[in-house]
């Protein structure tokens, strides 16, 4: 088993065979089964929401919050589906998840992911007591909307990080299909 190779071979919008993704799915279970239910992680750190198998978008959020492991992240979920990379973002997620350990985490802020936000991040409750996050930007390729990822610095200030969709001449577009959601 090579992660490195892994992390390698994926990152260019590529799956791995069959055999090795099993072998990394084991050993991402096995971390996962280490890890506690409630996660800390401590900052820096950066939020992100949902990312809907937008692989090149994933991309840009790693140059726009930084490269792992050198920016330490949390993503919040809805990793796939409706996007035309499913299985390539997970995947990419799941190198990166058996290369990198997470850590720490108190709660002064909730954040959430799950709910389309235009803006890319929206504040709720007074004192800003929650966030949504939402990490796809120009959502399912038509909903027109910015995407945000939030770093917070070890003293936990925030940063909210607003980017664009690639445009399509920098990613793979797959012939034209009627996706199903919006049926
Ligand atoms: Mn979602």
Redesign the pocket.
């Known amino acids: 088993m090579d992660p490195e190779k892994w992390i390698d071979a994926v990152k260019d919008c590529q799956y791995l065979p069959e055999q090795d993704l099993k072998l990394l799915c084991d050993k991402v279970c096995e971390i996962l089964m280490e890890e506690g239910t409630v996660q800390t992680v401590s900052a820096p750190v950066t939020v992100c929401g949902?990312i809907?198998g937008q692989f090149y978008d994933l991309e840009e959020l790693f140059r726009r919050g930084g490269q792992v492991p050198e920016t330490k992240y949390i993503f919040m979920?809805?990793f796939v589906?409706r996007g035309h990379y499913s299985l390539e973002t997970f995947t990419r997620l799941l190198t990166l998840k058996v290369k990198c350990f997470n850590e720490h985490n108190g709660v002064d802020l909730i954040c959430r992911?799950?709910?389309?936000v235009a803006e890319g991040i929206k504040y709720m409750f007074e004192g800003d007591l929650l966030a949504t996050v939402w990490s796809a930007p120009n959502y399912c390729y038509r909903c027109g909307n910015v995407a945000a990822i939030l770093s917070f610095d070890e003293n936990l200030n925030r940063d909210a990080k607003i980017f664009q969709a690639v445009p399509d001449e920098n990613r793979k577009v797959p012939p034209p299909r009627t996706t199903p959601y919006f049926l």
């Open positions: 949902d809907h979920g809805d589906d992911a799950h709910q389309l």
